[in-house]
């Protein structure tokens, strides 16, 4: 593998991720609900629910959702109606004008492992990401070299970009939180993420596998 490709690899990604998607804006929405300990939950069910989908795509199951209807079908109205049981959630999240200290205390004791597999089961789940990689890697791969090699690269190169991109988004989303501590602005917040998610529901069971 060239550093050409590698480089033009690294270039699409980017702007890829980039584009907020339903696992960035439930990333966004948790640091703006629970603070800077929520985003070390999110990003590290970012990192690994990437990871699962790429492996996932590399071990052939992309290819077996893009043949099957009925898998990619069932997959994606799972993903989609956790979507929207998640943002009906954040609708119905209760407010309050505690200190972020105080919240940021109690994420830390009870929230983190639930909001980590939150995190994982959106983006993991997505039969949409797992196609997307059968679709993507191949234009980046040089068929001169050992293939194999190439994938592990670019997954690692991915992941660490996809990790980069959800930190740079949790941490600003917290830091905005901070300038947000009115409950009529915290019920403001939660209920537009939870709108955002829920709409990303609704457009990932419409979203057509033909479209890849």
Not at 82 to 99: E, M, Q, T
């Amino acid at each position: 593998m060239s550093i050409e490709h590698w480089l033009a690899f690294v270039a699409a990604s980017a702007v890829l991720l980039a584009i907020p998607g339903p696992t960035i804006l439930l990333v966004i929405s948790y640091a703006l609900g629970h603070g800077r300990k929520a985003t070390t939950a999110t990003v590290a069910g970012v990192a690994l629910g990437d990871f699962t989908a790429m492996t996932a795509s590399m071990l052939g199951l992309g290819a077996l959702l893009a043949a099957s209807a009925a898998i990619f079908t069932g997959l994606k109205w799972i993903g989609a109606a956790y979507l929207i049981y998640l943002g009906i959630k954040l609708w119905r999240v209760p407010v309050s004008d505690r200190s972020a200290d105080a919240e940021d205390a109690e994420t830390a004791k009870e929230r983190p492992l639930r909001i980590f597999l939150h995190t994982y089961a959106v983006t993991a789940l997505n039969p949409k990401s797992i196609i997307f990689f059968v679709a993507f890697l191949p234009q980046f791969l040089d068929t001169s070299k050992p293939i194999a090699f190439q994938m592990i690269v670019f997954e690692v190169t991915f992941l660490a970009l996809a990790t980069l991109n959800a930190t740079t988004y949790g941490l600003m989303a917290s830091m905005a939180r901070k300038t947000i501590r009115k409950p009529s602005v915290q019920r403001l917040v939660n209920r537009t993420g939870g709108t955002l998610m829920i709409g990303a529901g609704l457009l990932a069971a419409g979203w057509k596998k033909a479209a890849v």
